[in-house]
Structure formats: structure tokens, C-alpha cells
């Protein structure tokens, strides 16, 4: 079946520090690629996406692109915010059935920004 | 613009015991989904709806049943609870038909089962 693989946290990061979050998949199709974001207390809330291969989501000064080779999403930003602490989590959609059998989702990755 | 709601916001029950959680979405989205989040997991699909009076059976089902009776709503019941089913709950929704479609997310039900 499907999977998401994300590294693990905690990661702890400087103010103004670049930040690579890696994420890599394994799909049975041709997936779309979703990073979303849920900060303390709340829900997950999209934080970019990507359709199809060499496509490039941005959001906030977040970027990730599309590898289709090495079946990867990769989440990166160049300067962080102490206010970018949250969990990260990677996840597809399947295009069988048009994804109605939901997203499958990595485990997440807590980032922490100190200042 | 509400988006997805989720009631209630907290619940602790006893072994045993019953419950409905309730996801409303104004949104008027065909898709409805709930997940539980647990420490080290991410999220896990339990069941979904891909329109009204549909259902279908997620990743972890057990000890869990759902009904769509109407469009905007989406109930997922514990008949039974039991400690294994501490967790947060997530409903999400979605327009529909395009696996590309970004889900919407409530706020989370935190349950805890003693």
C-alpha cells in the first residue's frame, strides 16, 4: 500500500536558520503531494501542494518540489521564524478513485525555532 | 465562513461508555473523512463519506461507526469505548472528484477513555 516517510523530530533550529524537512513516498499511482502544518492546539491546515512531477508548491516562504525519480517532497525555507514552530506533516493522495479514500499521512515532525 | 466544526471540543468517558462526534462543514463539500491522531503516528483514516447516505471503512474501522444523513454532517460513534481509543479525532472535508483537491480540517476532539 501506500507510505509516507518523513524524518522525525524534535528538530530544533535558530532563528534565521534554513530548514530541509525530507519526506519521501511510495505510491501504487501517480500521487499528489500535500505538506500540511498544525501549530499548538489546533487543526492541520494546508501549507502547499503539488500535482504532478517537477511542480513546485510555495507558501510562506516554504517551498517543496515534486521528484518523481526519487519519489520525494522535500519541505524547505531559508530563513525560519521563531513563530514557524509547529508539526510538519508530508502526505499523498492517491489518483485512483480520485483520492477519495483520503490522504495517507507521515508521522509528522515537530520543528521547534528558538530565538 | 465556519469552515469544519467539530463537537465537542473535550470529552472523557468510562469504559464502556457511548458517544457521537459531530463534524459540520459549510463549505457544501461532497467528501467527509475522520481521522485519529496519536502520539508517533500521524493520522490514520477511520472511515469516510463520499456523499450523502455513504460511508466506507478507513485504515482502523474498529469500534467505530459513522452516518452521513445529511450532506453537511458527518457523526462517527463509539458504541463501546475503550482506552485504545484515546486519541484526538480530525474530520476533514473535500469537494470531491479530483485527488488533487485540498481536504479542510476541524480543530480536533480531544477523547480520553478511562
Known amino acids: 500500500g501506500d507510505s509516507v516517510t518523513q524524518m522525525e523530530g524534535p528538530v530544533t533550529l535558530s532563528e534565521e536558520a534554513f530548514l530541509t524537512i525530507n519526506c519521501t513516498y511510495t505510491?501504487?499511482?501517480?500521487?499528489?503531494l500535500f505538506w500540511y502544518v498544525q501549530y499548538p492546539g489546533e487543526g492541520l491546515q494546508l501549507l502547499l501542494k503539488?500535482?504532478?512531477?517537477?511542480d513546485k508548491g510555495s507558501n510562506k516562504g516554504f517551498e517543496a518540489t515534486y521528484r518523481k525519480e526519487t519519489t520525494s517532497f522535500h519541505l524547505e525555507k531559508g530563513s525560519v521564524q521563531v513563530s514557524d514552530s509547529a508539526v510538519y506533516f508530508c502526505a499523498l493522495s492517491e489518483s485512483v478513485r480520485g483520492g477519495a479514500d483520503g490522504l495517507t499521512f507521515g508521522k509528522g515532525t515537530h520543528l521547534i525555532i528558538q530565538p | 465562513n465556519a469552515g469544519v466544526t467539530q463537537t465537542p471540543k473535550f470529552r472523557v468517558l468510562k469504559t464502556g461508555q457511548s458517544m457521537t462526534l459531530l463534524c459540520a462543514q459549510d463549505m457544501n463539500h461532497e467528501y467527509m473523512y475522520w481521522y485519529r491522531q496519536d502520539p508517533g503516528m500521524g493520522l490514520r483514516l477511520i472511515h469516510y463519506?463520499?456523499?450523502?447516505?455513504?460511508?466506507a471503512k478507513g485504515e482502523v474501522p474498529d469500534g467505530y461507526n459513522v452516518s452521513r444523513l445529511k450532506k453537511q454532517n458527518f457523526l462517527l460513534g463509539l458504541e463501546s469505548a475503550a482506552p485504545s481509543q484515546t486519541s484526538v479525532y480530525f474530520c476533514a472535508s473535500r469537494p470531491g472528484g479530483a485527488a488533487t483537491d485540498t481536504q479542510y480540517f476541524g480543530p480536533g476532539t480531544r477523547l480520553t477513555v478511562l
Open positions: 505510491a501504487t499511482g501517480y500521487p499528489s
Open positions: 463519506s463520499v456523499g450523502e447516505g455513504t460511508t
Open positions: 503539488a500535482t504532478k512531477a517537477d
